[in-house]
């Protein structure tokens, strides 16, 4: 689908902007920073570079082709890739593609970064010091257990888990409401077509299962960066450049892959013209 500005370019920074005053308007209620530590400094650059590095060498490395082709998982892996590629990227001009990516790291980032894991977090620290003032039955069979220790990381799990769960609902292929199949009637060709639908299903579960999964784990991922760097820019820059290489790359794939295609039709018609 090739999208058609500037409607659904609005569209997409309306959303991303609505995250991000969502998300202000949480740290308002809870009486946290709603920037995250954001300080742009040469430090927190260069560790939103470093932190960069991991998930995009090992999301390139299951989306190889010959990594595809050994491993079903690494196959519905790409097809999420490529789902998402074409249904919201592919016919974009360079600067939309920038636009696009840099309001998508800013927004989500501000949203459930500082407001939902800086808020949760928060909660988490006062609970502690509930059961720090508690007395009687309460501090004796600890029911509220001591969050200190770990109440960022608790944040950024519930975090990763909100977020996998929110893509699940939003972007999660919905099951057609039929299929429309040949009808055959030797019961071999019966019994291909069940074996293909069988196949069919299985991605289509897997994508289903992959989609969420993979959101969930960058949130996680960047969640413990902002814990570590203490500053919103390391993990916004993270969460951009991950996302422009890894477009980048499937739209070039595609575009690779439809260029190729070109040249073998236009071959294709020249060996037709050259035999008759």
Excluded at 49 to 55: C, D
Excluded at 161 to 178: E, F, R
Excluded at 186 to 191: H, M
Aim: proline share 5%; charged share 20%; with cysteine.
């Amino acid at each position: 689908m090739v999208l058609s500005p500037p409607f659904d370019l609005g569209k997409f920074l309306g959303i991303y902007g609505a995250m991000a005053l969502a998300g202000r308007f949480i740290c308002s209620m809870t009486g946290i920073d709603s920037m995250g530590g954001f300080n742009p400094s040469l430090d927190a650059i260069l560790e939103g570079l470093g932190y960069a590095a991991p998930p995009i060498m090992a999301l390139l490395f299951i989306l190889d082709d010959e990594v595809v082709k050994l491993s079903p998982h690494a196959r519905a892996i790409r097809d999420v890739e490529d789902e998402e590629i074409r249904s919201f990227f592919y016919g974009m001009s360079p600067w939309q593609f920038i636009l696009i990516v840099a309001a998508s790291s800013v927004g989500e980032e501000l949203f459930y970064r500082a407001a939902i894991q800086g808020a949760l977090a928060d909660i988490f620290l006062r609970g502690t010091n509930f059961v720090t003032d508690a007395r009687g039955i309460t501090a004796l069979t600890g029911v509220l257990p001591p969050f200190v220790p770990f109440a960022q990381a608790f944040a950024a799990v519930i975090t990763a888990a909100l977020t996998g769960s929110l893509y699940y609902v939003a972007a999660s292929p919905k099951d057609p409401t039929y299929v429309v199949a040949p009808v055959l009637q030797s019961r071999s060709g019966r019994e291909d077509l069940k074996k293909l639908f069988a196949a069919w299903y299985e991605r289509r579960q897997m994508k289903k299962i992959y989609s969420p999964l993979l959101e969930g784990l960058l949130a996680l991922y960047l969640g413990f960066e902002w814990i570590q760097t203490n500053n919103i820019l390391a993990p916004i820059i993270t969460h951009g450049i991950y996302s422009t290489v890894i477009l980048g790359h499937g739209l070039w794939k595609i575009h690779d892959h439809r260029r190729r295609l070109r040249q073998r039709v236009r071959q294709l018609k020249t060996e037709v013209k050259n035999k008759s």
